[in-house]
C-alpha cells in the first residue's frame, strides 16, 4: 500500500500519459483491496489471509461471480519468468505494444507451429466453399466491428445485449482501457478498416481473399513488436475488437464461433497478451467453459482451451478452477488430462491430441468438405489436425481430414501418431469378412445423426436413424457406432446406451454386443508395443462400454465370450506390457457394476474377479498405475482393498495348464539355428512379420553376465565360443574348427586397444564432470567413488559396444574366411559358398562374446583411470574430515544457492537418494550385459580396495574393524549357547555387516542400522545374563560403526536411528532399558525423539507410552545413574506432556507419576514456567537448534564474513568506550552491520538468527581451541597472549549480543529482548554441551566461561534499558547455568563453579533483587553443586581434581555465611538434604548461620536458661518444599496417625515404609526420613502451642509424635538410626523453636533409651559434628552441654565414655572446651560420684 501511495505522489512530476497509468493502477489497486473476498476453498493454505487478485483489477466485467478465481496467480509456480511480476510492470500502457514493455510472463513458444488437435483449423478457410454467406458491408457491426461475413439473413444486425445465458447490466461496464490504455485511444478509419479487412478474411471462403487463423497469429506477432506505429496500431485494434466483441459470440453461427475461438485460444498460445490482458483473455475462457454442458459458449471455451493446451501447465491455480467446473468430467479426455497434469505445472507424460467435436468444427468440416469435391473422404473420428508449415510464401497443407464428415472406412491418410487412432481395428476389419456398406448419402446422414446426437433430441433421432437405415444396414450401423464413436468417445457413453435403450431393437443390441466383443479380441490380440498408448485406451473405453451394456444393465458377460479371471492370470505370466492392457480394461468392465442390482457387490462373480485383482495389488513388482487403477475400482464400488480375500490363483500351475489364450502370444527369442537361416533379426508389427537377411542394426539380447568373461588374458573367450555342429562346412572339414578360437581372439586384438582407449576417453570427461557436479557438496569420498565407478562402467560399456559391435563382425568373419581360404587351398566354388556362411553364422553367433570382452576390459582399465581424475577430490574430503570440518565446494555451493531453483538445488550433504538411485540404475543395467540387481557384491575392481596409497578405504578399515570384534563375540559365546536365538542374531548381524562391507553404499548401511536397532530393542532380559550383555555390545558396536565421522558421521546415524526408535512396532517400541542404552551412548536425536514421545502419549490415551515415558524420564532425570549429558531440555515436551496427563487427570493419574513429577518439579521448581512461547521456551529451542546442521547453502561463509566484519568494528579506534561520542559511533557502526546482515539475508527470519549466532559460536570456540592448540605445540608461547588472542573474538561477539538485546524490539518492548537473550543463551549452551560431548577429555572451558561472564558483565551494566530487564536477565542466566549443572557438563565444572560464586553474580541474585526473588535460584545452583560432589564425598573419593573443587565449594560458602547468612538460614533443609552424612564440616558451616540481626547468646553461660530467650518460641522460616517427597498415601496415613493414632499398622509399618533395599550403605529413603523427621517436629511444635504451652522435656512426651520418634529410635537398624539422629541434629541452629523442640527431643531419647546402643549412637551424632574446625552451630552446643551436664542423664556413666583411653581423653577434651576446664572437672567428678 505505502508503495502505491507513494507512486500516487509522484504521479504529478512525470508526463502525462505516465501519470494517467499511475492514477488508473491505483483506481484499479484500490478497488482490490476494498473488496473484500473469501477465498476459493482449497485454493489457499489455512491462516493465509486472502489476496486480491490481479484479475479482479483488470475491469469491472463480472460475467459470472468469480469465485473461484480470487487468488489466482498467473504465472504459476513453474513460469520461467516470475522474477519479472513480482510488482505491476511500470508502464501498463505498454502491455501490449511498446518494444520498451517489461520482460512478457509468457514469451512466444520457440516453435510457434505446434501441431494441436485445431493449430491451423483457421488454414481451411482457403478450401471452405462460400455456401450461403455472401460478403455483404461490414462496417459497423456490433462495437468491436469483426470482420464477421454478411448472410442474407444476417444474424449479428439484429443482436441484442439480452441474449441468453448474457447479463445485461454485467456487460455494459465493460471498459477495456483499464487493461491497456491504447484501447482507449481513437483508431483512424484507415487502421479500423485495415484490422477489420483481417478479421474478414479469417471468415471468408474462397474464392475470396482468405487467412488461416495461424497466419493470422503470425501476423499479429510480427505488429506486435514492430517498430512501425502504423502496424503496432493495427495490432492493438485487432485486440480491442477481438476483445469488445466477446459479448456478442453467443450469437455467432457456430463455424464462425469456433473459428474465433480457435484464434482467441492462439492469442493465449503464442503470448501475445501479458499480464492483465492475458488474465482476462484467461478468464474469458473460464467463462465460457462455465456454461451449461453442450451450450455455444462452452464450445467456444473448449476450442480455446484445446488451442493453448500446450500453455496449462504455466497456470496450476488456473488449471485448479478449470478442474473445479461442475461438468470437468465431461471435457474431452484428452483436454482432462492437460489440466490435471497442469495443477502441478507438468505436461502429460503422453501428449494426447485427443479429438473434440463442437458444432463449429461439424459445420467448419461440413464447408470443408463441399469445398473439396473430388478429395476422398476422410476417416471417421479424427479431428483435424492441420500442419502449418513456417514459409512466408505457401499455404499451410492439410495432412488429416475433420472427423464430422467422414464416413469411410478406407484408410486414406495416416493418422497423427500421437492422437487416439484406430488403426488397429480398421487394420483388423479389413481382413474379416466384408459386410453391407450403405450407400455414401446414407453413411453421411449416419454420421450426421450421431454427429448432433443429444438427450433432448433422443427420440428424433431414434425416428431419423430407422427411417433412414434400411435393416440390412444395421451391422454396418453396429460397426460404426462401436468402432468410430465408442472407442474414441468415452464421455458419451451413456449417450450412446441411451441411444440403445431408446431404440429398442434386440437384435441391433446384440450386433452392437457382438461387435463390441469383437473389437476387444482385436486389441487383446494386437501388438503390445511399450508405446501403443492409442491401443490401450480404445481397450479401455471398450470395457467401459461393455460393462455398461451388459452389467450395468443386469446382463451377464458370458464365459464363452470372455473369461475375465482368465483374462487376468494369462496378463499376469506373459508379463508387464499385457497386464498394462488388462487390468484398466477389467477395471473398467466391473465399474459399472455398482450401478446393477444382480452385479454389484457382494455378487460372487465380481467379488471373485475383485480378489484375484487384491492378489495382483499384493505383488511387489507391480506397476503404480495398475496399483493405482485397482484402487479407484475399489473406491468406485465401495470397497476396502485390505478386506478382500486374495487367493492363490496367480500362482495355480494347473489352472496355467489348460487356459485358454486369449491374448497374443509374447515374442520369444528362442534360437534354434537348424530352422532359422543365419543372421536374422525379427521385425513385430501389425502386419505379418517378415524376416530380412541382414546387419542387426538393433543390439541383440545380453548373453551374458558381467562375471562370466575373464577379461585378464585372450584365452577368457574360449570356454564361451559358440559352434554350431549343423553348420555344412564344419561336417564336410571338422578340422576346420579349430581356426575359429584364432579368428576371434585375433579380431579382438586388433580393436581392443584403439576401442578401449576411445571409450575411456570419451566417457571419462563426460562421468567426471557429472560426478564433480552432482557430489561437489557431498563430504563422503567412498559414495562419490562408488557413483562414478558406477557412471564410468555403464558409459563406457556403451561407448565400446557401440564402437566395436561392427567393426568385429566384419574382423571375425574376414579372418574365418581368410583362415578357412589358407586350410582348403584349392577350395571350389561350393566350399566357397559354404565357407562364406560359415564365416557369417560364426561371426554373428561370437559377436557378441567378442564384444562383452572388450567392453568388460574398458570398464576394468576406466575404474582406475576414473580414480586418478577424481584423486584431488577424495584428497580434499579426506583432509577436511582429519581437521573435524566437513568438506563442500564453497563455488559450488555458491552458485547453486544462488542460481538454481529449490527443486534441483544441491544440498550440502550426503547426495539426494533418488541421485543415487540413477547411479544405481547404472550399475544394473551395464551395456550388452544381463541386468543385475545385486548391488551388494561390486564387480570388478571396486571387489578389491584401491590401490593407491593415498585412497585407503575409511570405511572399509572400520567395517572390517567391526567385522573381527564381532567375530571375537561369537567366539567367546560357550557352545551351549550356540543355538540360542541371541547367539543365531548375532551371526545373523555379522552376515549383514559383511554384506554392508563389501557394497558400502548407504542403503546397505541403512538395512545394517536398522537391523541393529530393531535388534536392540528385540532383546529381552530374560535369556542369559552374559550372552545379554554381549549381545547389547555387539549392537553398540555395529552403530558406533556407523557413527564414526569416517563412515557416516553423527547427524546422519542419530537421525536414521531415532526413526528406527519413532517407527518401530509398538511390541518392542517400549523397551526401556535398550532406548536408555541408546541414549546413553549419544546415539539418539533428543530433540525429535523427545516430541515424538510426547506425541505419542496421546494426552495420556496412550497407557504404554506414558508408562514408558515416567520410566525414561526416571532413568535420565531422577536416578542417582542419571545419563549426564541428557538434560531437562532434552526430554523438554515429553515432561510438559507428563505434567499436563497429572494436571488433568483428577487423581487417575497413572501410579507414580505425581510423585515422579513432584521430584522433577522440585528438581527444577527455582525455573520459570515452561509456557510454550516464554524465555525458557526459547532457550529451550535454542539448545536443540545448535544440533542442527543443515544450515543454508552459504550461511556459514556470510557468517563469518560478517563476524570479522564486527570484530573489525568493535576494536577499531572509532568504537573506543570512553566517551559518549564515541559510544554513539559504535552504535552507528553496530547499525550499519545490521544493515548489511539484513542485506546479507541474515536477520531476516527468527530461524537464519539462530543460524547465525550458532555459527558464530562455533566460529568463536573454534578460534580459541585453535589458539590453545598453538600454546601445546610451543610452550614457550606467553599464556598470557594466548588467552588475549581468544578473547579478541569472544569479546567482540559477547558485545555484539549484548548490543542486540539492548536494541532489539522498542525501547519499552522487553518480551523481545528477553526472548532473544534466552535463545542466544540456549545456543550457546547447545554448542557447549555437543563440544563437551564430542570432544570429552578435550574440551575447554576457556570459551564458554569468557562469553557467559563478559555477557554477564554486559547486562549487568548500570544502564536503565538493562536494570528494567535485570531480573529477567538474571533468571536466563539461573536457567543457563541449571542447565550446564555440573552432573550434566562435567568438564565445565569449574567455570561453572567460578560463574556461579562471582561478585556480581551472587550480589545481584541475593542482595539487589527485590523481595528476594532470586534467593529461590541460586539456592537451585548450589543443590546442583552438592548433588555432583556427593558421590565423590559420599566415598571420599577426593583426587587432587576433586579437592580443589571441594575447597572452592567451602569458599562459596564462607562468603555466603559472612554476607548472606539468612539465605543459608532459609534453605539449610533443601541443602543438608542433598550433602552426604559423612560432610560434616560442609553441613556445619550452613546449620552455623544466624540472622545477622539476632545477638547469639553464649551457649558456655552457666544456667543459661534456653526457654527463657524471647526468639526460642519463633519458627523460622524453611522455603524448601520438604512434603513433596513423601508419597501421597504415606502423608495421609501419618497425618492421620498423628491426629488420631490410627491406622494402628502405622508404627510397625513405618521401617518398612522408609527402606529401599537390603545393599548396606543405601537401605533407606534419606530425604523421606529428612522430611518426617521435621513434618513430625513441626506438627508437634504446632500442637504444643495449640494446648497453651511451649516445647520443654515435659511437654513433648507422651504424644502421637514421640511415639514415632521413639519407634524409629528403637525399631531402625544402625544405619537407619544414625539417618534418622543425624535428621534431628540437622534442626539443631540458631535460637529458633524448631532449635528447642529438636534439642529436647534429642536429649529425651537419650534418657528414654532401652539400650545404651542408642545413647552411644546420640552421642556419636553429636561428638562428631563438634570436632571438626569451627564453626559449630549454637543449638548444637547447647544440647551436647546439657547432655554432658545434666547429671540426669547419667551421661559420665555410660560404659562407652570410658571404653578406651583416647575416647575417655576426647570426651574430657570436648567437656573442657564446652564449660571450661573447671567446671568439666566439677561435672565428671560430680556424675562419677553420685
Known amino acids: 500500500m505505502c508503495f502505491i501511495e507513494c507512486t500516487e505522489k509522484n504521479s504529478r512530476s512525470v508526463s502525462q500519459e505516465l501519470s494517467e497509468t499511475i492514477l488508473t493502477m491505483v483506481a484499479n489497486c484500490s478497488n482490490v483491496m ?241 499480464y492483465m490482458a492475458l488474465g482476462l483473455a484467461l478468464r474469458y475462457v473460464l467463462e465460457a467453459l462455465r456454461k451449461p454442458f453442450g451450450s455455444k459458449m462452452y464450445y467456444f471455451g473448449i476450442a480455446a482451451l484445446d488451442r493453448f493446451k500446450n500453455r496449462l501447465k504455466d497456470y496450476p491455480q488456473y488449471c485448479q478452477h478449470l478442474a473445479s467446473i461442475s461438468h470437468f468430467m465431461q471435457f474431452p479426455h484428452h483436454l482432462q488430462e492437460y489440466i490435471e497434469y497442469g495443477q502441478q505445472s507438468r505436461d502429460p507424460p503422453v501428449k494426447m491430441q485427443g479429438s473434440i467435436t463442437t458444432p463449429g468444427s461439424i459445420a467448419l468440416a461440413q464447408a470443408q468438405a463441399q469445398a473439396q469435391v473430388p478429395a476422398k473422404a476422410p476417416l471417421a473420428g479424427q479431428v483435424s489436425t492441420m500442419v502449418t508449415t513456417s514459409t512466408t510464401t505457401t499455404v499451410a497443407k492439410t495432412v488429416t481430414v475433420t472427423r464430422p464428415t467422414g464416413v469411410s472406412f478406407k484408410k486414406d491418410v495416416p493418422p497423427s501418431i500421437n492422437t487416439t487412432n484406430i488403426d488397429t481395428l480398421l487394420v483388423a476389419t479389413d481382413q474379416t469378412e466384408r459386410i453391407v456398406e450403405p450407400p455414401e448419402n446414407i453413411q453421411e446422414k449416419i454420421a450426421f445423426i450421431f454427429n448432433n446426437l443429444s438427450q433432448s433430441n433422443m427420440t428424433q433421432k431414434v425416428e431419423e436413424l430407422k427411417e433412414t437405415v434400411k435393416e440390412e444396414f444395421m451391422p454396418w450401423v453396429s ?59 480404445l481397450l479401455k473405453n471398450l470395457g467401459h462400454w461393455l460393462g455398461m451394456i451388459t452389467l450395468a444393465k443386469n446382463k451377464p458377460i458370458l464365459h464363452t465370450d470372455l473369461d475375465v479371471k482368465s483374462l487376468l492370470l494369462e496378463a499376469y505370466v506373459k508379463g508387464q506390457q499385457e497386464l498394462l492392457y488388462v487390468v484398466p480394461f477389467v477395471a473398467k468392465v466391473l465399474e459399472s457394476s455398482i450401478r446393477s442390482v444382480v452385479f454389484r457387490p457382494p455378487n460372487p462373480w465380481t467379488m471373485a474377479i475383485m480378489n484375484v485383482l487384491a492378489e495382483l495389488h499384493q505383488e511387489h513388482d507391480l506397476k503404480l498405475n495398475l496399483k493405482f487403477e485397482i484402487e479407484v475400482l475399489c473406491k468406485n464400488l465401495a470397497l476396502d482393498i485390505n478386506e478382500l480375500k486374495p487367493g492363490n490363483l496367480l500362482k495355480d500351475k494347473d489352472r496355467l495348464k489348460n487356459l485358454d489364450e486369449q491374448l497374443s502370444a509374447p515374442k520369444k527369442d528362442v534360437k534354434q539355428p537348424e530352422e532359422l537361416p543365419p543372421i536374422t533379426t525379427t521385425t513385430t508389427s501389425t502386419t505379418p512379420a517378415t524376416n530380412t537377411t541382414c546387419t542387426a542394426t538393433v543390439p541383440p539380447q545380453p548373453q551374458y553376465s558381467y562375471h562370466d568373461i575373464n577379461v585378464y588374458s585372450l584365452a577368457g573367450l574360449a570356454p564361451h565360443i559358440t559352434l554350431n555342429p549343423t553348420i555344412p562346412l564344419f561336417q564336410a572339414h571338422p578340422q576346420l574348427k579349430q581356426c575359429v578360437r584364432q579368428a576371434i581372439e585375433r579380431a579382438v586384438q586388433e580393436l581392443v586397444h584403439p576401442v578401449v582407449d576411445r571409450s575411456i576417453k570419451i566417457a571419462m570427461t563426460t562421468c567426471e564432470q557429472i560426478v564433480r557436479k552432482d557430489f561437489a557438496l557431498d563430504s563422503e569420498e567412498s559414495r562419490m567413488r562408488i557413483a562414478a565407478h558406477h557412471m564410468m562402467r555403464n558409459l563406457t560399456a556403451g561407448m565400446a559396444m557401440i564402437t566395436c559391435r561392427e567393426p568385429l563382425l566384419m574382423s571375425i568373419s574376414t579372418n574365418l574366411k581368410n583362415s578357412f581360404a589358407s586350410a582348403l587351398r584349392t577350395a571350389s566354388p561350393q566350399q566357397r559358398e559354404m565357407m562364406d556362411q560359415a564365416a557369417a553364422q560364426l561371426a554373428q553367433d561370437n559377436c557378441e562374446l567378442a564384444c562383452c570382452f572388450i567392453q568388460k576390459t574398458a570398464v576394468e582399465k576406466a575404474g582406475p583411470e576414473m580414480d586418478k581424475r577424481l584423486a584431488t577430490e577424495f584428497e580434499l574430503r579426506k583432509h577436511a574430515r582429519q581437521e573435524g570440518r566437513r568438506y563442500c565446494d564453497p563455488v559450488v555451493l555458491t552458485y547453486q544457492a544462488e542460481r538454481m531453483p529449490e527443486q534441483i538445488r544441491l544440498k550440502v550433504g550426503g547426495v539426494d537418494p533418488k541421485q543415487l538411485a540413477v547411479y544405481e540404475e547404472f550399475a544394473r543395467n551395464v551395456p550388452g550385459f544381463l541386468p543385475t540387481n545385486d548391488l551388494s557384491q561390486p564387480t570388478g575392481f571396486l571387489a578389491q580396495p584401491m590401490k593407491q596409497a593415498w585412497a585407503t578405504d575409511d570405511v572399509a578399515q572400520i567395517y572390517d574393524k567391526c567385522i573381527t570384534e564381532l567375530e571375537q563375540h561369537l567366539h567367546a559365546i560357550p557352545p551351549t549357547l550356540a543355538m540360542n536365538p541371541q547367539a543365531q542374531a548375532l551371526r545373523s548381524l555379522l552376515e549383514v555387516v559383511v554384506l554392508s562391507r563389501n557394497s558400502r553404499d548407504a542403503i546397505a548401511a541403512l538395512g545394517l542400522l536398522q537391523k541393529a536397532v530393531e535388534g536392540l530393542l528385540d532383546a529381552t532380559s530374560g535369556a542369559d545374563a552374559d550372552l545379554l550383555l554381549r549381545y547389547r555390545e555387539c549392537h553398540l558396536l555395529v552403530l558406533k560403526a556407523l557413527q564414526d565421522g569416517r563412515a557416516y558421521g553423527s547427524p546422519w546415524c542419530n537421525k536414521q536411528i531415532t526413526r528406527c526408535l519413532i517407527e518401530c512396532r509398538d511390541e518392542y517400541k517400549y523397551n526401556v532399558e535398550a532406548v536408555e542404552l541408546l541414549i546413553r551412548n549419544h546415539l539418539v536425536n533428543m530433540q525429535q525423539y523427545d516430541l515424538h514421545l510426547a506425541q505419542s502419549m496421546e494426552n495420556g490415551l496412550n497407557y504404554m507410552a506414558v508408562a514408558f515415558a515416567m520410566q525414561l524420564v526416571k532413568i535420565l532425570l531422577v536416578d542417582e545413574r542419571s545419563v549426564a549429558h541428557v538434560t531437562e531440555a532434552d526430554l523438554f515436551h515429553t515432561i510438559e506432556t507428563l505434567m499436563r496427563i497429572n494436571a488433568h487427570s483428577r487423581g487417575n493419574a497413572p501410579e507414580g507419576l505425581p510423585q515422579l513429577m513432584e521430584v522433577v518439579r522440585s528438581n527444577y521448581e527455582a525455573m520459570i514456567d515452561r509456557a510454550h512461547g516464554g524465555p525458557n521456551f526459547m532457550m529451550h529451542s535454542g539448545i536443540s537448534q545448535a544440533s542442527e546442521y543443515d544450515d543454508p547453502p552459504g550461511l556459514r561463509e556470510k557468517a563469518e564474513y560478517l563476524l570479522r566484519e564486527w570484530v573489525n568494528l568493535y576494536h577499531s579506534a572509532a568504537a573506543g568506550r570512553d566517551s559518549t561520542k564515541a559510544f554513539s559511533a559504535f552504535v552507528g557502526q553496530v547499525e550499519l552491520l545490521e544493515r548489511k546482515m539484513h542485506q546479507q539475508g541474515i536477520l531476516k527470519t527468527d530461524d537464519l538468527i539462530t543460524r547465525f549466532f550458532r555459527l558464530c559460536t562455533e566460529m568463536c570456540v573454534e578460534i580459541s581451541y585453535r589458539a590453545q592448540a598453538e600454546q601445546q605445540h610451543n610452550p614457550a608461547a606467553n599464556p598470557t597472549m594466548i588467552r588475549a588472542k581468544c578473547y579478541h573474538n569472544l569479546d567482540a561477539f559477547v558485545r555484539l549480543i549484548a548490543l542486540l538485546v539492548k536494541h532489539s524490539g522498542e525501547a519499552t518492548n522487553t518480551v523481545t529482548k528477553i526472548n532473544l537473550l534466552n535463545k542466544v543463551l540456549g545456543i550457546v549452551v547447545g554448542v557447549l554441551l555437543q563440544d563437551h560431548d564430542v570432544r570429552q577429555s578435550e574440551f575447554q572451558q576457556l570459551p564458554y566461561h569468557r562469553i557467559f561472564i563478559m555477557l554477564l558483565l554486559e547486562l549487568n551494566a548500570p544502564e536503565h534499558v538493562l536494570e528494567t530487564i535485570n531480573f529477567q536477565t538474571l533468571t536466563a542466566f539461573c536457567n543457563t547455568f541449571h542447565i550446564l549443572r555440573p552432573t550434566k557438563a562435567p568438564g565445565f565444572v569449574y567455570a561453572w563453579l567460578e560463574l556461579i560464586s562471582h561478585r556480581i553474580f551472587i550480589a545481584r541474585m541475593l542482595a539487589h533483587t527485590p523481595q528476594q526473588k532470586g534467593w529461590p535460584m541460586y539456592a537451585q545452583l548450589l543443590i546442583d553443586l552438592f ?135 543405601n537401605r533407606y529413603n534419606l530425604q523421606l526420613i529428612n522430611a518426617l523427621v521435621l513434618y513430625v517436629g513441626t506438627q508437634a511444635i504446632a500442637h504444643i502451642h495449640n494446648k497453651g504451652s511451649t516445647p520443654s522435656m515435659s511437654t513433648i512426651t507422651h504424644s502421637a509424635h514421640m511415639d514415632i520418634f521413639q519407634n524409629l529410635a528403637v525399631d531402625l537398624d544402625t544405619e537407619g538410626r544414625y539417618l534418622f539422629l543425624n535428621a534431628i541434629a540437622n534442626q539443631l541452629r540458631y535460637p529458633n523453636s524448631h532449635t528447642h523442640y529438636f534439642s529436647c527431643t534429642m536429649l529425651y531419647l537419650f534418657a528414654e533409651a532401652n539400650t545404651e546402643a542408642i545413647q552411644e549412637q546420640i552421642t556419636r551424632v553429636l561428638l562428631e559434628r563438634l570436632i571438626v574446625n569451627r564453626p559449630h552451630p549454637w543449638g548444637l552446643l547447647i544440647t551436647f552441654i546439657e547432655l554432658i551436664k545434666n547429671p540426669a542423664f547419667k551421661f559420665w556413666n555410660h560404659e562407652f565414655v570410658h571404653c578406651a583411653p583416647e575416647i575417655e581423653k576426647l570426651f574430657q577434651s570436648v567437656a573442657q572446651c564446652c564449660m571450661g576446664q573447671k567446671q568439666a572437672q566439677q561435672v565428671m567428678e560430680g556424675t562419677g560420684a553420685s
Not at 478474411?201 to 497469429?217: A, F, G, K
Not at 468410430?484 to 451413456?494: A, D, G, L, Q
Not at 452392437?512 to 494386437?526: A, G, H, P, Q
Not at 526468639?1511 to 504415606?1530: D, S, W, Y
Open 34 to 274: 476494498n473488496k473484500a473476498r473469501q477465498p476459493p476453498p482449497g485454493v489457499m493454505p489455512k491462516g493465509r489471509p486472502p489476496s486480491a487478485s490481479s484479475l479482479d483489477a483488470i475491469s469491472p466485467v463480472q460475467i459470472d461471480p468469480l469465485a473461484g478465481m480470487t487468488s489466482l496467480s498467473i504465472g504459476g509456480s513453474a513460469a520461467p519468468h516470475t522474477q519479472s511480476m513480482q510488482g505491476f510492470p511500470p508502464n501498463l500502457g505498454s502491455a501490449f505494444s511498446t518494444p520498451q514493455s517489461p520482460a512478457k510472463a509468457f514469451p512466444p513458444l520457440s516453435t510457434p507451429n505446434q501441431t494441436t488437435a485445431f493449430s491451423g483449423i483457421g488454414g481451411l478457410s482457403s478450401q471452405l466453399p462460400v455456401g450461403g454467406l455472401g460478403t455483404g458491408s461490414l462496417t459497423g457491426i456490433g462495437t468491436g466491428a469483426l470482420g464477421l461475413p454478411a448472410v442474407n439473413n444476417d444474424p449479428f444486425v439484429q443482436r441484442k445485449l439480452g441474449t441468453s445465458g448474457l447479463n445485461q447490466p454485467t456487460f455494459q461496464q465493460t471498459d477495456l482501457s483499464q487493461v491497456w490504455p491504447e484501447a482507449n485511444q481513437h483508431f483512424s478509419k484507415e487502421i479500423d478498416d485495415e484490422a477489420n479487412s483481417y478479421f474478414q478474411r479469417i471468415y471468408n471462403h474462397p474464392p475470396h481473399p482468405t487467412m488461416s487463423v495461424d497466419e493470422v497469429l503470425e501476423m499479429l506477432q510480427r505488429f506486435k513488436d514492430s517498430t512501425i506505429k502504423r502496424e503496432r496500431e493495427v495490432f492493438n485494434c485487432m485486440l480491442r475488437n477481438l476483445f469488445e466483441e466477446y459479448r456478442f459470440f453467443p450469437q455467432y453461427p457456430d463455424k464462425e464461433l469456433h473459428i474465433t475461438a480457435c484464434l482467441f485460444g492462439g492469442i493465449i498460445e503464442k503470448g501475445l497478451v501479458t
Open 479 to 537: 460397426q460404426y457406432l462401436v468402432m468410430k464413436r465408442v472407442s474414441i468417445e468415452p464421455n458419451f457413453h451413456s449417450l450412446y446406451s441411451n441411444f440403445l435403450d431408446t431404440l429398442k431393437n434386440p437384435e441391433f443390441n446384440k450386433m452392437v454386443l457382438n461387435e463390441t466383443y469383437r473389437n476387444i479380441k482385436v486389441l487383446l490380440t494386437s501388438d503390445k508395443a511399450a508405446a501403443n498408448f492409442s491401443d490401450r485406451s
Open 1427 to 1561: 548433588k555432583y560432589l556427593a558421590p565423590f564425598l559420599r566415598n571420599v573419593e577426593l583426587t587432587k581434581p576433586m579437592q580443589i573443587l571441594y575447597k572452592g565449594t567451602l569458599r562459596v560458602l564462607l562468603v555466603l555465611l559472612h554476607d548472606f547468612p539468612e539465605f543459608l538460614c532459609d534453605y539449610h533443609y533443601g541443602f543438608c538434604d542433598v550433602i552426604p552424612p559423612n560432610c560434616i564440616q560442609l553441613r556445619n558451616l550452613i546449620l552455623s548461620a544466624f540472622p545477622r540481626n539476632m545477638r547469639l547468646p553464649d551457649p558456655f553461660t552457666p544456667n543459661l536458661k534456653v526457654d527463657m530467650l524471647s526468639e526460642i518460641n519463633i519458627a523460622p522460616r524453611i522455603l524448601t518444599n520438604f512434603t513433596g517427597v513423601m508419597p501421597p498415601q504415606f502423608k495421609k496415613d501419618l497425618d492421620s496417625y498423628l491426629k488420631t493414632r490410627s491406622p494402628v499398622t502405622f508404627l510397625s509399618d513405618l521401617r518398612s515404609n522408609l527402606q529401599v533395599s537390603n545393599e548396606p550403605g
